[in-house]
């Protein structure tokens, strides 16, 4: 079990918005952590998609985008297009355990 | 271009060892704390270890630890990942990505897959 909590899969037709949350807790995210996402294509290494809670790299359409607020965070896509059929994950810090960098379980868009 | 290239992957028994490698290139190697990020068969992302810039700070995680090590030679611009005792549950594929700002990972290589078997 995932120390930061996605849905399993988010679904959406071709235009529409989906959302994927990220929820954490007092020892991460509620504590004032950033949180990053990533998109991984089918078959491809992961890349980072948002940084610092909304930040985008370079590259990365404004169809994507990040919010945090308490002890969770959100991925936004809007204008959802057939290429954005992928995995996708949180990751943050994480002040309770050893090591310090925690990932969500994923979570799995599939466009309609 | 910014580049990390992974290698030594392959198939070894219960009980084997193995060593990763990730060459770096396109960046000054020697200023960025560095990663190993596995991801098992259909699964999730899982972070293995972390290393600093100067080798000065190290943490693994707990299904790791004891058994891993991970090391870097900045000079050949190299990040290392030496796994002992392996177990079949540390079959997935290993990837090493850079540390911006001791926050997000960027860029990943591609990977390189590990199968323990008998």
């Known amino acids: 079990q995932s120390v930061l909590t996605q849905p399993p899969s988010v679904s959406g037709a071709p235009g529409q918005r989906v959302t994927i949350s990220c929820t954490g807790s007092s020892s991460n995210i509620g504590a004032g952590y950033d949180v990053h996402w990533y998109q991984q294509l089918p078959g491809t290494a992961p890349k980072l998609l948002i940084y610092g809670n909304s930040n985008r790299p370079s590259g990365v359409p404004d169809r994507f985008s990040g919010s945090k607020s308490g002890t969770s965070a959100s991925l936004a896509i809007t204008g959802l297009q057939a290429e954005d059929e992928a995995d996708y994950y949180c990751?943050?810090?994480?002040?309770?355990?050893?090591?310090?960098?925690?990932f969500g379980g994923g979570t799995k868009l599939t466009v309609l | 271009e910014v580049q990390l290239v992974e290698s030594g992957g392959g198939l070894v028994k219960p009980g084997g060892s193995l060593r990763l490698s990730c060459a770096a290139s396109?960046?000054?190697?020697?200023?960025?704390?560095m990663n190993w990020v596995r991801q098992a068969p259909g699964k999730g992302l899982e972070w293995v270890s972390s290393?600093?810039?100067?080798?000065?700070?190290?943490y693994y995680a707990d299904s790791v630890k004891g058994r891993f090590t991970i090391s870097r030679d900045n000079a050949k611009n190299s990040l290392y990942l030496q796994m002992n005792s392996l177990r079949a549950e540390d079959t997935a594929v290993y990837y090493c990505?850079?540390?911006?700002?001791?926050?997000?990972?960027?860029?990943w290589g591609q990977g390189t897959l590990v199968t323990v078997s008998s």
């Open positions: 396109g960046f000054t190697f020697s200023s960025y704390s």
């Open positions: 990505a850079r540390d911006d700002y001791e926050s997000w990972f960027d860029p």
């Open positions: 990751q943050s810090y994480d002040s309770s355990l050893s090591g310090p960098w925690v």
């Open positions: 290393i600093s810039s100067s080798s000065s700070y190290i």
